[in-house]
């Protein structure tokens, strides 16, 4: 089955994770993406019913930006995802627009 044929809950959106990134000091050590996370980001795949609502909703394909404790990581087929709720975004933008 598809992931959109899927749903999701009203007030969510699913997002797809980004590559990992992470950095090897001159020194051979290596510091995992989450060391020095600020904020994350990831593109919209699924959005929940109400967010076409908003004054301005979230669509798919959108980036997002979004504190990094605020998400619960999922796996469908062997792909991971985040869930977050709409409240907890920071910032969207569609991917032509520069930030």
Do not use: H
């Not at 749903?7 to 290596?30: A, D, F």
């Not at 959108?62 to 404790?69: A, K, L, Q, T």
């Not at 995802?81 to 569609?94: E, K, P, R």
């Amino acid at each position: 089955m598809e992931l959109t044929e899927k749903k999701i809950l009203p007030t969510k959106i699913l997002l797809q994770k980004p590559p990992k990134k992470e950095k090897v000091l001159l020194s051979g050590i290596v510091v995992p993406e989450s060391a020095d996370e600020i904020t994350s980001q990831g593109t919209v795949v699924l959005v929940g019913s109400q967010i076409s609502a908003l004054a301005e909703p979230v669509k798919v394909g959108d980036s997002v930006m979004f504190p990094p404790r605020a998400i619960t990581r999922v796996r469908f087929e062997d792909q991971d995802y985040y869930l977050l709720n709409i409240q907890d975004v920071l910032l969207f933008w569609t991917p032509s627009a520069s930030i």
